[in-house]
């Protein structure tokens, strides 16, 4: 079955850097599309980035444009987010999710990795 | 960019009831809507998309209307394992905005 699972979460201070990462396995991760999400502590869902099956297309949320940086390597399925110039509000649970195939919609989703910036 | 509303914020319903939960977009997003559940602790899970149609897997208490900026989630019959936030997503274009959610409790 589908299995997502992030890694790469912790503790950084204001101003510093993280690379998040998500293996996947039981399905043809280049055939899809991925995306991140978040989710602040006791707080809703923000969708974050996605990046297309190829890697020619991402898209990002105002709130990290020019800050984070989606990627894949589809050899190795796996799905990265690097997040540079980390802001306390960006301490949240960040899941990887599965695109579905001709539609922006979240089918999958990892258990989550939790990011927590502060000094 | 389109906003994404939903009413109430949460809601306390008894096991039986039927429940209902609005979403409502800034601008019409067409029937590009989606509904997560998610329970304490747990991933979200795709409940319905094109606004109506139930994921697989989804009990059948579990439906979807709504087109153009009003969409609703009923619940016809509520169930204990129903308690749970649930999101709206509009998916027309980017970004892919989430409602703020909708607690439900027993």
């Known amino acids: 079955q589908v299995q997502l699972v992030e890694s790469g979460g912790g503790l950084v201070k204001p101003g510093g850097s993280l690379r998040l990462s998500c293996a996947a396995s039981?399905?043809?991760?280049?055939?899809?599309?991925m995306s991140w999400i978040r989710q602040a502590p006791g707080k809703g869902l923000e969708w974050v980035s996605y990046i297309s099956s190829s890697s020619r297309n991402t898209d990002y949320a105002d709130s990290v444009k020019g800050r984070f940086t989606i990627s894949r390597d589809n050899a190795k399925n796996s799905l990265y987010l690097q997040m540079n110039s980390l802001r306390a509000e960006d301490t949240a649970v960040y899941y990887c999710?599965?695109?579905?195939?001709?539609?922006?919609?979240?089918?999958?989703w990892g258990q989550g990795t939790l990011v927590a910036v502060s000094s | 960019d389109i906003q994404m509303t939903q009413s109430p914020s949460s809601l306390s319903a008894s096991v039986g009831d039927r429940v209902t939960i609005t979403c409502r977009a800034s601008?019409?997003?067409?029937?590009?809507l989606a509904w997560y559940q998610q329970k304490p602790g747990k991933v979200p899970k795709l409940l319905i998309y094109?606004?109506?149609t139930l994921q697989s897997g989804v009990p059948s208490r579990f439906s979807g209307s709504g087109s153009g900026t009003d969409f609703t989630l009923t619940i016809s019959s509520l169930q204990p394992e129903d308690v749970a936030t649930y999101y709206c997503?509009?998916?027309?274009?980017?970004?892919?905005?989430f409602g703020p959610g909708t607690k439900v409790d027993i």
């Open positions: 999710a599965r695109v579905i195939v001709g539609a922006t919609l979240f089918d999958s």
């Open positions: 094109a606004a109506s």
């Open positions: 601008q019409g997003i067409s029937n590009y």
């Open positions: 039981g399905f043809t991760f280049s055939d899809h599309y």
């Open positions: 997503q509009k998916y027309n274009s980017g970004p892919f905005t």
